[in-house]
């Protein structure tokens, strides 16, 4: 797929009959003519060398992934490994899902 940035403009264009159904996919996802149109949102980093691949999360569309409701065992700090978002837990609260995932303790 070849992507071009002018500006403010992205042009995405699919090179096989696979990206073409891809992105009749995500443009149907994404856009709707009767309502408001979903933004889509960066999750994490993008750096080829580390992983050439972007993920991006798409508003308003609930998360297909289920995760079981882990709460603390003590008072701790938590982080989303994504965003670099904290919290401090006290012994027994929820621990929150940030970014997708389940935030992680830190050490």
Not at 14 to 33: F, G, I, K, Y
Not at 59 to 85: F, L, M, Q, R, W
């Amino acid at each position: 797929m070849k992507i071009q940035v002018d500006k403010n403009v992205v042009e995405f264009l699919p090179e096989n009959e696979q990206e073409t159904a891809s992105m009749e996919t995500l443009w149907r996802v994404v856009v709707d003519c009767a309502a408001e149109n979903k933004r889509m949102v960066a999750i994490g980093e993008y750096i080829p060398s580390k992983q050439n691949l972007a993920r991006f999360h798409i508003e308003g569309i609930p998360s297909k992934t289920v995760y079981t409701e882990d709460h603390a065992a003590e008072e701790c700090t938590v982080i989303c490994t994504t965003c670099n978002k904290y919290m401090q837990l006290k012994s027994g609260d929820a621990v929150p899902v940030c970014c997708g995932r389940p935030m992680e303790t830190t050490d």
